[in-house]
């Protein structure tokens, strides 16, 4: 968990922000952030500002979902990689990175460093099985 702003202004706003994405911890787009944020009257494009600021500042990680929106999670230095149901849309952390290896021999094949990676991966999680399998 992070509260540290890494040299931006520590305002109510950036707080609040923060602070539900801590809580969190799992990808949000910025607009399910002003949602969670209704009652304390954070704007839209406050919250997208300071998503921008948080990411140039690598407070958090931008992906993309599978609607192609931007997600953002807090940085925590961790590899991240995840399931994510395409029925029920439940994301499940995959805990150790299986791509270490890979990463290694794409360095050796192409000469690139690979700094970071993360990835989702999608399928259909056991419960939408059983659901599927029952009808």
Excluded: W
């Excluded at 944020?37 to 406050?46: A, G, P, Q, R």
């Amino acid at each position: 968990m992070t509260n540290d702003l890494k040299g931006l202004k520590n305002t109510k706003n950036r707080k609040l922000i923060l602070d539900c994405l801590n809580k969190l911890n799992k990808p949000v787009t910025a607009e399910e952030l002003y949602f969670l944020l209704k009652d304390e009257n954070v704007d839209l494009s406050t919250i997208y500002r300071t998503l921008n600021s948080f990411y140039e500042k690598g407070i958090v990680k931008k992906e993309i979902n599978s609607s192609k929106k931007n997600i953002f999670i807090v940085d925590n230095d961790n590899d991240s990689h995840v399931l994510v149901c395409k029925i029920c849309h439940k994301r499940i952390p995959l805990h150790g990175c299986p791509y270490h290896k890979v990463n290694k021999k794409i360095e050796k094949a192409t000469g690139f460093i690979v700094e970071d990676q993360n990835t989702e991966i999608y399928g259909v999680c056991p419960e939408c099985q059983k659901k599927i399998n029952k009808k």
